[in-house]
């Protein structure tokens, strides 16, 4: 059985970054139908959280919370470690630093209840960890989004669909 309450860093728990209820809405591609909760924990039997992944959002969080006191990382629904099959059935990229417990996509969620911009997130990203020493990917999806990926993967690596439409630098 996961043990999803599990203290994986100062301020993250291993539900966090996997969480078998958010995946009972995608589909099996074996069955057709959508996943159930044991079949989840049966592929799943340890959640995989790279250390380095946790170190990055510790930084994350530290910086962040500094810019916009209070604010929160909140990582989306499969947005943490996704092994395979379930990383195939959200669409994830074959390589996906996600399928190795190194990647989180994640909001930014402001004291006031707004979420940060994915186009401000994600420089600030890029900038806390260049500060911080971290080498790893930083992405954006769409410039409207209010969520960005992260990984520590050891190298730099950006990618931002709509980048200059979105005012980055």
Partial sequence: MLDLDLR????????ELF????????????????YTIKEIEQL???????????KLLEVLR????????????VICPHGGYRPEPLNTAVGGASGSQHRYGNAADFSVKLP?????????AAVMAEYLMAKA?????????????????????????????????????
């Fill in 8 to 15: 994986l860093s100062p301020h993250f728990i291993a539900r």
């Fill in 62 to 73: 530290a910086g962040y919370r500094e810019k916009y006191p209070g604010a929160v990382l």
């Fill in 133 to 169: 020493g971290i080498k790893g990917g930083v992405g954006m999806y769409h410039a409207t989004d209010n969520y960005i990926h992260v990984d520590a993967r050891g190298t730099n690596v950006a990618w931002y669909d709509s980048y200059s439409s979105a005012g980055c630098p």
């Fill in 19 to 34: 969480d078998p209820a958010k995946y009972t809405n995608v589909k099996n591609k074996k069955t057709g139908k959508p």
């Fill in 112 to 120: 006031d209840g707004r979420k940060l911009d994915a186009p401000t």
């Fill in 44 to 54: 799943v039997p340890a959640v995989k959280v790279d250390a380095r992944l946790l």
